[in-house]
């Protein structure tokens, strides 16, 4: 008899638990409240600064592929990057514009969690891709006669492909088990888009496991990709330190400095949202850290990596020209 209500008493708590898990429908999120009224300004500045993104990206991947003096390892490398920057923005901003125009702060359950998968796999992915960027410079610089032999394009397209499977397989185990937990009220997400840490704090469920697998998981893609830039980027210095003319080597310290701009900043803003342990502190701050990252420097990297390259100004060059003739 015992045993029979011991066995009622947990169907009646599974019962209880997919209720639970199924109350949130949709979620709101909050934006920037303390800013709101000024919703029209900041669509329009939000805008403009998405629309000269992609426009930056979208120009660096159509002359690297038009362009045969561009159709190198770097270059490669480098419209991959800017491909990923483009959907890693799109994931983000139109819901943010949205956001700011209309008001619409709802979103679905399965919007919710796919936007937040996408956007973590895409920015895990970004951060595995510029590890091969500086692999990729390391080896242009320190090692130019095995450069070539390298960087074939067999080994280009299987180092972006890794990047991509290992972004996909790292991000995807969190997402899901998130998204297996209850979510009972309330659903306002104090973010201008699902991110892991939000979501967490809205669980009514025991976050604890999740909580430290993405702690791992944030740790183990940042410091991988961290310690792979530190060590190519350092060997690079010494190189160039050891380069006769001072006017060489201004002129690769100023391509580097740009360089490390970019990835202070991506670095700087990810560990301090995600690189902790307990993600219930700062998340108001995580909001304009989050917006750093997703909106200043995806705005700077086509002007960092390669709208100051002289190459690619050329390549403007020839690709004007060559549209003159035609008219």
């Given amino acids: 008899m015992a045993q029979r209500e011991l066995i009622e008493e947990m169907k009646k708590s599974m019962m209880e638990d997919e209720r639970n898990r199924t109350t949130v429908q949709k979620f709101t999120l909050e934006g920037f409240p303390a800013v709101q009224h000024l919703g029209k300004v900041l669509f329009l500045v939000h805008l403009l600064v998405y629309l000269a993104s992609i426009t930056g990206n979208i120009l660096i991947i159509t002359i690297t592929w038009t362009d045969h003096h561009l159709q190198t390892p770097m ?8 491909f990923l920057e483009c959907c890693f923005i799109t994931t983000v901003i139109p819901k943010l514009l949205a ?16 936007q937040a998968f996408v956007f973590l796999f895409l920015g895990a992915t ?9 692999l990729d410079r390391y080896l242009a610089i320190c090692k130019p006669l095995y450069y070539t032999a390298i960087m ?5 397209f299987l180092l972006v492909t890794v990047c991509l499977a290992l972004g996909f397989l790292l991000m995807v185990v969190p997402v899901i088990m998130l998204s297996q937990l209850s979510f009972c009220g309330p659903h306002v997400i104090p ?14 469920s025991d976050t604890r496991a999740t909580e ?10 940042l410091l991988t990709s961290l310690i792979i830039t530190i060590f190519a980027y350092s060997k690079i210095i010494v190189t160039i330190m050891h380069l006769p003319e001072a006017k060489e080597r201004q002129k690769a310290f100023s391509a580097a400095s740009s360089h490390l701009i970019v990835l202070s900043l991506m670095y700087g803003s990810c560990v301090f949202i995600y690189v902790k342990p307990k993600q219930t502190n700062r998340l108001d701050s995580n909001r304009e850290a989050a917006l750093v990252n997703t909106v200043v420097t995806s705005l700077l990297n086509p002007v960092i990596y390669s709208l100051r390259n002289k190459q690619v100004h050329q390549a403007l060059k020839d690709a004007l020209s060559r549209m003159r003739l035609q008219n």
């Fill in 75 to 82: 270059y490669f490398f480098l419209s991959s990057f800017s």
């Fill in 99 to 114: 956001i700011f125009l209309s008001g619409r702060q709802t979103i679905s359950f399965a919007a919710c969690f796919t």
């Fill in 126 to 134: 970004v951060f595995f891709l510029m590890a091969v960027l500086s």
């Fill in 152 to 156: 074939n394009p067999r080994m280009c």
């Fill in 191 to 204: 973010h201008f888009f699902c991110d892991l840490g939000p979501l967490t704090n809205l669980s009514c």
């Fill in 212 to 221: 430290m697998l993405a702690f791992g998981l944030a740790l183990c893609v």
